[in-house]
């Protein structure tokens, strides 16, 4: 499918047959694979010049040792890079707070939300044995709160009623209120989205936002938006505020580009991945697994 980094710069470095230092040109050479590489796997391009620009500055000068070839190197630099701007370590969603603590997540109309928003409660239930009761914000589509609630069945996990007429900041109230009185430790309140960023959508998230003040707020981004991600991310961030990112759809073919761009762009971390339609398919994020499928 794709030919790997690694045999790219392989093909270009190794036939310097001279060692010592890599050389400005050496590296320039190789930087355009680099580029190459991360545009096929979707980084937005800001992202991708900012990248290559640290590489740059990490490889010039760098000794050749002798037992790697100089691709083999310069492949290391660009892993170790991206590792650094990936993140380095897993990490998990913050449950040091009072109960009960609000989860929001936020995110484009498809993303995964309602999906994502089942997940991470079943996952909170099951592996941190935490109450968890589920509210849908989304007042727009009605069978987005009848999702949830389908959702909650399969799942065991319990869901807000149904209540015709209120707003988003209503509803939240009540799922705030009803989890006080019914000893739940989390609340996850899955908010309404939009086919594309608009104000409309911005001012409904910083409205629910002041008056649930949740703990944690999860972007939820399909894996596979490619230069929309730094947009995305951003205006949500600056909007919103955002604490972590959740990416969707990790189980396609896409090579995970947009986890670069978007924590390059707000320095939030990718904190899961979705894995799957399943209400188990979700996972740690791990920044080296990452970085490798998106050298390929
Ligand atoms: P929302 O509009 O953001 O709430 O999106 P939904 O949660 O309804 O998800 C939209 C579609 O994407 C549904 O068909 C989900 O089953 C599917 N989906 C969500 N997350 C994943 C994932 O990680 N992998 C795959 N393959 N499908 C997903």
Known sequence: MFESLSDRLGGILDK???????????????????????????????????????VRQRAIGHEVVKSVTP?????????????????????????????????????????GKTTSTAKIALRLTSQEKRKVLMASLDTRRPAAQEQLKVLGEQTGIDTLPIVAGQTPVQIAGRAMTAARLGGYDVVMLDTAGRTHIDEALMAEMAEIKSSAEPHEILLVADSLTGQDAVNLATSFDER??????????????????AALSMRAVTGKPVKLIGTGEKSDALEDFHPSRIADRILG
Request: proline share 4%.
């Open 71 to 111: 691709g083999q190197q310069v492949v290391k630099i660009v892993h170790d890079q991206l590792v650094e701007m990936l993140g380095s370590d897993a990490e998990p969603i913050d449950l040091n707070a009072p109960a009960p603590l609000a989860i929001m997540m936020v995110g484009l109309q498809g993303s």
């Open 16 to 54: 310097l047959t001279r060692r010592g230092a890599l050389t400005d040109a050496d590296v320039s050479e190789a930087l355009r694979e680099v580029r190459r590489a991360l545009i096929e796997a979707d980084v937005a391009l800001p992202v991708v010049k900012s990248f290559t620009d640290k």
């Open 240 to 257: 919103v505020g955002i604490t972590g990112i959740v990416l969707t759809r990790m189980d396609g073919d896409g090579r995970g580009g």
